[in-house]
């Protein structure tokens, strides 16, 4: 028996693993392919190196991690065990669909049966349907549902006897490349419970009050290992109870199923609007690349969207908050697309997720579900006053306003003494823009 990790890094909480376990002796294995681990970025590429690990010490060494493209590799494998199953958690992403579907039918032609079984979610994609049997594309009513058919018994814990293959297969798991970040979470499971159990005795309670504010430590940070599936949201859920705190969190949790299933019916939506109707036009040429590489480097002039794209660079990771100021920076006041921002953070995030991540852009851009209609533009300056009033994020970030208090902290100029000179002057009028981006959606909608 095979059984094929992909983004289910963990022993525990492993229905497909349980029930291959069932059938026999079992084969770890990890494929490393490079349409999936190029794009993937240094930060993410290290974090899944480091995750192997902690696999392949839970498995006594036994890991093996082959290089390239599946359906070559697991006929490889099975060829020199003679294995006749291949067991995986099943994936819902556009790639992984195609990908899964090629594996089965090629190896099927010798004869070896495929079994993708159970998901990393916590209601698979493709089961919850809207009461007109289509498939939800606003998150509230699927909320409702989902809440009321999360399944009773948690994922099986396997009991797993490893084959013995004496170390002679497979790659070995990547160096991990250098990453851009300074300092990324500990990968592993022992590491998620860490957070975890912090999360639980410290912040939980205070979530719905703490999670809008990026100067604290008030969120889960359970992204990568979400991600990677070193935990299964289940389990995670299941040691929460009934405070407002810890169900805020699962409803929360809960964006993270409703992408995926979007993403699973459009797969499309991975690249272009999943609303065509609601794109407006932004720019490309010109001065555009340029303001673009000002917004990677947090040189705006804005300190609370140059604090985010700095905690981002450096941490791999940026709190939500963030993440909708930034993006929205980006869409509505340089009027750049999307896309480019959503591939920057591809790049960058440690958490980064196909699903979340470009229809966390599309809520911004409004052209996705549920989208924040495009003529509410998020101004920086009050954003930054309502959820960091004293400045405290924006000076762990912007070392260059540090000495800054909190009146002129989130608009230097506005200092009677004069904005530090290392700092720059913001790179647009926020009021010009609005009214910009407010003209290019009149102007779709006259269309
Ligand atoms: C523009 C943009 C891009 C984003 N890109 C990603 C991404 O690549 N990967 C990613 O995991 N999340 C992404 N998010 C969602 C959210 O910002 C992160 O999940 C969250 O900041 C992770 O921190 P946490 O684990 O402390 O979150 P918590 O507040 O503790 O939330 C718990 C979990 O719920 C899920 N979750 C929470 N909010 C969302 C949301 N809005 N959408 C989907 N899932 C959510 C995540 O799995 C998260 O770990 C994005 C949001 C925006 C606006």
Not at 162 to 172: C, I, R, S, V
Not at 221 to 244: E, I
Not at 287 to 313: H, K, N, S, Y
Request: charge should be negative; aromatic fraction near 12%; glycine fraction near 8%.
């Amino acid at each position: 028996m095979i059984f094929w990790f992909r983004r289910d890094l963990r022993i525990e909480a492993n229905d497909a693993l349980a029930e291959a376990a069932k059938r026999g002796p079992v084969l770890g294995v990890f494929v490393l392919d490079d349409e999936l681990w190029t794009p993937s970025g240094p930060n993410r590429q290290w974090f899944l190196a480091g995750s192997l690990v902690d696999l392949d010490r839970q498995i006594d060494g036994g890991l093996i991690v082959m290089r390239g493209e599946p359906d070559r590799v697991l006929h490889e494998l099975a060829d020199r065990v003679g294995a006749r199953h291949v067991y995986a958690t099943d994936d819902f992403g556009p790639y992984g669909r195609k990908r899964d579907t090629t594996v089965g039918e090629s190896l099927a032609t010798k004869g070896i049966s495929t079994h993708f079984r159970s998901s990393n979610y916590v209601i698979p994609p493709g089961t919850l349907f809207s009461k007109s049997g289509t498939p939800y594309k606003v998150f509230t009513p699927f909320y409702k549902l989902w809440i009321t058919q999360v399944p009773g018994a948690s994922p099986t814990d396997p009991d797993v006897h490893w084959f013995e293959h004496g170390n002679k297969l497979g790659d070995g798991i990547p160096a991990p490349p250098e990453p851009t970040a300074s300092s990324l979470p500990a990968p592993g499971e022992a590491a998620a419970w860490d957070r975890f159990d912090r999360f639980r005795s410290e912040i939980v309670k205070g979530y719905n009050q703490s999670r809008d504010l990026p100067a604290v430590d008030g969120t889960s940070r359970l992204s990568p290992y979400l991600k990677w599936g070193t935990v299964h949201p289940r389990q995670v859920m299941d040691r929460l109870g009934d405070h407002p705190g810890e169900q805020g969190w699962i409803r929360q949790l809960c964006w993270r199923d409703f992408y995926a299933e979007v993403l699973f019916n459009r797969p499309d939506s991975a690249r272009w609007p999943y609303n065509p109707g609601a794109a407006v036009e932004t720019d490309t040429d010109g001065d555009a690349a340029a303001r673009f590489e000002q917004w990677c480097e947090g040189q705006t002039g804005f300190p609370i969207v140059d604090a985010g794209m700095r905690q981002l660079a450096h941490k791999g990771w940026m709190h939500n908050r963030l993440r909708m100021i930034t993006a929205s920076f980006l869409v509505k006041d340089l009027h750049l697309p999307w896309q480019w921002g959503a591939r920057f953070f591809m790049h960058h995030l440690v958490d980064g997720d196909l699903a979340s991540n470009n229809h966390g852009w599309q809520w911004v851009a409004g052209t996705g579900t549920d989208a924040s209609p495009f003529y509410r533009v998020f101004n920086p300056t009050t954003q930054s006053t309502k959820f960091d009033p004293d400045g405290e994020y924006i000076r762990r970030w912007v070392p260059e306003l540090s000495q800054l208090g909190p009146k002129v902290i989130h608009d230097p100029a506005s200092d009677p003494n004069g904005a530090p000179a290392s700092y720059p002057a913001p790179m647009v009028d926020h009021r010009d823009e609005r009214l910009e981006a407010l003209a290019r959606y009149a102007a779709r909608k006259n269309d």
